[in-house]
């Protein structure tokens, strides 16, 4: 008669060497009790009845179906006060417990176990990621089933396994999960080049996800950045950044996470357009929120999609262009220094996306709100102070823009040139902007 080995049941030698030795006292988990019936029922029937005659020897009672266990569970948990955990043959130990009692579900890291399911993760494939992951870097990690284990127990992983958790489940879930999310205490670092969004840089993931925490501090803080003051000079180091940077100088392709289409990115760029003209007919003070929700949702897919170069830099366009709507719907309604940081990342993006003609709107558009600031400036130097940088940003957009660029928008570009001229005084030099030969 074939016999069953500890391999047909997924468990380790150890597990049913523990069965065998504790004899009647052992009461599996409901999942593994599940399992066992599982393996009895596709059992040959000469197995069937050898198990009934081991069965009836532990227990007497015939009422007992053949392959109820969860009854028979149900009938013996008040009476066992111990039970073993065999969801993984590496991690199988004894684990002492209230039976019948949800400690499992409630006690531990409720977050990550909670995250787990979302991602639909078990722990042998969350620590083959966190693996994957961390080879990614150069690390070599020997995270296993048993530090999961150990994880959704409540222990805190050293660094760097925290920050490489979130990052994969940000893959599999496609949107942004930190440290703190999976419940770990963040012990790095914060960067400020993540956080306050006047900075640029070079790596196209950290702007998108500067968007991503920017958007989201905007939504759950409807004060967010309130008191804080616009600053005029923040736009010049954007701007420099921009004309710096040579064309197509970051890759846009990305290959982990869900895929990304053309048509994906017409929806997102027709979603766009449609906020556009609500906000010109009904006001940004309506349709603000909108615009900030649909930027976050698109921002993540930056660094959670799989998409190819094409497509890449199209929705970094259109991403751009939602940046700065938001950028746009925020000075309508008061909030400048939030507004200035929208428009920086707008820019970045536009110049990785290697859209110069937009870049140069941006700056335009950049270039507009510091005159407006310049106006309402409580000094005469800080009024010039705003004008020059308005002009020099109009400039940079005339030298983004040059040979890559419509006639419209490089007669804005003069445009708002020349109304900084005049903010600043200077008759002659506002006539030259507007004849389109700056000085």
Not at 53 to 58: F, I, M, P, T, Y
Not at 309 to 336: F, H, N, P, W
Not at 372 to 389: L, N, P, V, Y
């Amino acid at each position: 008669m074939p016999t069953l080995k500890s391999d047909d049941l997924g468990v380790a030698v150890r597990t049913v060497a523990k069965w065998e030795a504790r004899g009647a006292k052992i009461l599996p988990l409901p999942t593994m009790q599940e399992a066992l019936d599982t393996v009895l029922q596709q059992a040959t029937p000469e197995q069937q009845a050898r198990f009934d005659v081991l069965r009836r020897e532990c227990q007497p009672d015939p009422a007992i179906p053949l392959g109820s266990h969860f009854g028979e569970w149900a009938s013996r948990a008040a009476k066992q006060p111990a039970d073993i955990d065999v969801r993984d043959g590496d991690e199988a130990q004894d684990r002492v417990g209230t039976v019948g009692s949800e400690e499992e579900d409630t006690a531990g890291n409720v977050a990550l176990r909670r995250l787990l399911g979302e991602a639909g993760l078990t722990h042998a494939s969350l620590a083959k990621a966190v693996v994957a992951a961390g080879a990614e870097e150069g690390l070599s990690l020997g995270t296993n089933t048993r530090s999961v284990k150990r994880m959704l127990e409540g222990c805190q992983p050293r660094s760097p396994v925290p920050k490489l958790v979130a990052k994969v489940l940000t893959r599999h879930l496609g949107h942004e999960i930190g440290v703190t999310d999976c419940g770990f205490v963040d012990h790095s670092p914060v960067s400020d080049d993540l956080l306050d969004g006047l900075n640029c840089t070079r790596s196209v993931d950290d702007t998108a996800l500067t968007l991503v925490r920017l958007s989201t501090q905007d939504l759950k803080q409807r004060r967010f950045l309130l008191g804080s003051p616009f600053a005029a000079a923040a736009f010049s180091e954007a701007a420099l950044f921009a004309l710096a940077l040579p064309s197509s100088a970051r890759s846009t392709a990305r290959g982990s996470g869900r895929r990304v289409g053309s048509a994906d990115v017409e929806i997102f760029t027709e979603h766009i357009a449609h906020l556009r003209r609500l906000d010109h007919h009904y006001g940004a003070g309506r349709i603000r929120w909108e615009v900030v929700e649909l930027l976050h949702r698109e921002a993540n897919r930056v660094t959670n999609g799989t998409y190819t170069e094409k497509t890449g830099k199209a929705l970094l366009g259109a991403i751009a262009q939602a940046a700065c709507l938001a950028g746009s719907t925020a000075a309508d309604v008061g909030r400048y220094s939030l507004a200035q940081r929208y428009f920086i990342q707008a820019l970045n993006l536009a110049v990785s996306a290697d859209d110069r003609s937009y870049a140069a709107d941006v700056l335009a558009t950049m270039s507009r709100l510091t005159i407006h600031m310049g106006h309402c400036a409580a000094s005469e130097r800080d009024k010039i102070h705003h004008a020059r940088q308005a002009v020099a940003l109009a400039r940079a957009g005339l030298s983004m823009s040059h040979g890559h660029t419509t006639a419209a928008v490089a007669a804005l570009l003069n445009a708002v040139e020349a109304r900084g001229q005049a903010l600043l005084g200077d008759a002659n030099a506002t006539r030259q902007a507007v004849l389109g030969d700056p000085a």
